[in-house]
T-cell receptor, first 116, second 111 residues
Framework: AQKVTQAQTEISVVEKEDVTLDCVYE???????LFWYKQPPSGELVFLIRRNSFDEQNEISGRYSWNFQKSTSSFNFTITASQVVDSAVYFCALSEWNGANSKLTFGKGITLSVRP | NAGVTQTPKFQVLKTGQSMTLQCAQDMNHNSMYWYRQDPGMGLRLIYYSASEGTTDKGEVPNGYNVSRLNKREFSLRLESAAPSQTSVYFC??????????FGPGTRLTVL
């Protein structure tokens, strides 16, 4: 069975600090996908990134960056120069692909608070 | 292009009442999903429909039924609501194997 662990439950930083959100996953499949979603206080779920198991290149998008390491089964998310608008719950998720569907298994989420 | 829409946004039920949560998507996606979100639990899959005409159980299906009405619509029914079903319910859709996009959620309280 697949599993996603987000060991950090709550993180509080001051604006402009860098912050890293950790994600560790377990799966027996060789083909899988990893995701990060953001849930701001308004409650909707916003897709941030999707990464497949064959692509270990790190990715940067503005202030966001992701570090995927298969050797440690981790897919960590770093926000550089955090802003108050980054305050949200962040979910890491794992999807195994069996050719027919892509069910997501979510971690329990990390609540990030960015103080002015 | 509205993406994924859900109705209602809020609902209060008494124990034993029934209701149906509606979900529709206009992205021509084949697959649709229902999740529930409880404090400290993340999101858990209730049911999914990989394609029109098929439905399958997820992690927490007990107490729920679903109907894939057509390619656009996927409804979730609570036949006899229980307080344990108090939660926020999210519908999502995707192309097969693709990224799931979520609706705004339905906040359900069962008294």
């Amino acid at each position: 069975a697949q599993k996603v662990t987000q060991a950090q439950t709550e993180i509080s930083v001051v604006e402009k600090e860098d912050v890293t959100l950790d994600c560790v996953y377990e799966t027996r499949d060789t083909t899988y996908y990893l995701f990060w979603y953001k849930q701001p206080p308004s409650g909707e779920l916003v897709f941030l990134i999707r990464r497949n198991s064959f692509d270990e290149q790190n990715e940067i998008s503005g202030r966001y960056s992701w570090n995927f390491q298969k050797s440690t089964s981790s897919f960590n998310f770093t926000i550089t120069a955090s802003q108050v608008v980054d305050s949200a719950v962040y979910f890491c998720a794992l999807s195994e692909w069996n050719g027919a569907n892509s069910k997501l298994t979510f971690g329990k989420g990390i609540t990030l608070s960015v103080r002015p | 292009n509205a993406g994924v829409t859900q109705t209602p946004k809020f609902q209060v039920l008494k124990t034993g009442q029934s209701m149906t949560l509606q979900c529709a998507q206009d992205m021509n996606h084949n697959s649709m999903y229902w999740y529930r979100q409880d404090p400290g639990m993340g999101l858990r899959l209730i049911y999914y429909s990989a394609s029109e005409g098929t439905t399958d159980k997820g992690e927490v299906p007990n107490g729920y039924n679903v109907s894939r009405l057509n390619k656009r619509e996927f409804s979730l029914r609570l036949e006899s609501a229980a307080p344990s079903q108090t939660s926020v319910y999210f519908c999502a859709s995707s192309v097969q194997g693709g990224t799931q996009y979520f609706g705004p959620g339905t906040r359900l309280t069962v008294l």
